[in-house]
C-alpha cells in the first residue's frame, strides 16, 4: 500500500514563526502536492512539484513555500506564520495525473 | 476560470437505496474527471475517474456519469451502506497540467 506520512496531526504555532510541515512518501511517485482545506471551500492547491528540486505554484501561494531535495520528501514552508494560515493542510502523491494519494493531514493552528 | 462545484453540500440516502452525487464544472478543456472520499479524519480516497472522451464508467458499486454538453458530472453508489458516510469531492484535471482542481465537497449522510 502507498503511504504518505505528514510528520505532525496538530501543530499549534506563534504568529510570525516559521513553519515547517514534513511529507514523506514511500512509493517512489514523481508528482507531490500540497493543499489546505477549509471548511465550505474544499480543497485548494498550495504548491506542487513534478520531480526532484522543482516546484509550481497552485493556486494560492501567497505566504508559502516548498522545498524538495529528495523525491520522498517534500516540505511545505510558512515563512512567517499568520492566523489566515489556520487550516487542514494535506499532502499528497501520485504518478497518475488522477489517482492521488493522500496524507492523514496536519491541522495547524496559528495563535 | 477554472471552477468545480456542486449542487448539494449535504445529501440524505436511506440505507440500502441508491446515491446520486451532482458536480457541474467549468473548464471544457479539462481532460480528466474525478471522485474521491474523505471520511473523517482521514485524507481523501481516489474513487474513480473518467477521461472527457467518455460518458460512462463503472466501479464496483460506483459509476460515474459525464454530461459534456452542460457541463455535468455525477457519482452513483449503488445500495448505499453505512461505510459510504463521508464526504465526497469532484475534481478535475486540466489537460496542459499534472494538477487536479477540486470542488467543494458533498456531505453523504447515511440513514438507518
Known amino acids: 500500500d502507498v503511504k504518505v506520512t505528514q510528520s505532525s496531526r496538530y501543530l499549534v504555532k506563534r504568529t510570525g514563526e516559521k513553519v515547517f510541515l514534513e511529507c514523506v512518501q514511500d512509493?517512489?511517485?514523481?508528482?507531490m502536492f500540497w493543499y489546505r482545506q477549509d471548511p465550505g471551500l474544499g480543497l485548494r492547491l498550495i504548491y506542487f512539484s513534478y520531480d526532484v528540486k522543482m516546484k509550481e505554484k497552485g493556486d494560492i501561494p501567497e505566504g508559502y513555500s516548498v522545498s524538495r531535495e529528495k523525491k520522498e520528501r517534500f516540505s511545505l514552508i510558512l515563512e512567517s506564520a499568520s492566523t489566515n494560515q489556520t487550516s487542514m493542510y494535506l499532502c499528497?502523491?501520485?504518478?497518475?495525473?488522477?489517482?492521488?494519494?493522500f496524507g492523514q493531514g496536519t491541522r495547524l493552528t496559528v495563535v | 476560470g477554472e471552477s468545480v462545484g456542486l449542487h448539494l453540500p449535504t445529501l440524505s440516502v436511506q440505507e440500502g437505496d441508491n446515491s446520486i452525487i451532482n458536480c457541474a464544472y467549468s473548464n471544457s478543456a479539462s481532460d480528466y474527471f474525478i471522485w474521491y472520499k474523505q471520511e473523517s479524519g482521514k485524507g481523501p480516497q481516489f474513487i474513480i475517474d473518467i477521461r472527457s472522451n467518455m460518458d460512462k464508467r463503472q466501479g464496483q458499486r460506483v459509476t460515474v456519469l459525464l454530461n459534456k454538453t452542460v457541463k455535468h458530472l455525477s457519482l452513483q453508489i449503488a445500495a448505499t451502506q453505512p461505510g459510504d458516510s463521508a464526504v465526497y469531492f469532484c475534481a478535475e484535471s486540466p489537460n496542459r497540467d499534472d494538477k487536479i482542481i477540486f470542488g467543494k465537497g458533498t456531505r453523504l449522510h447515511i440513514l438507518p
Open positions: 512509493m517512489d511517485h514523481e508528482n
Open positions: 499528497a502523491s501520485s504518478t497518475r495525473i488522477t489517482e492521488a494519494f
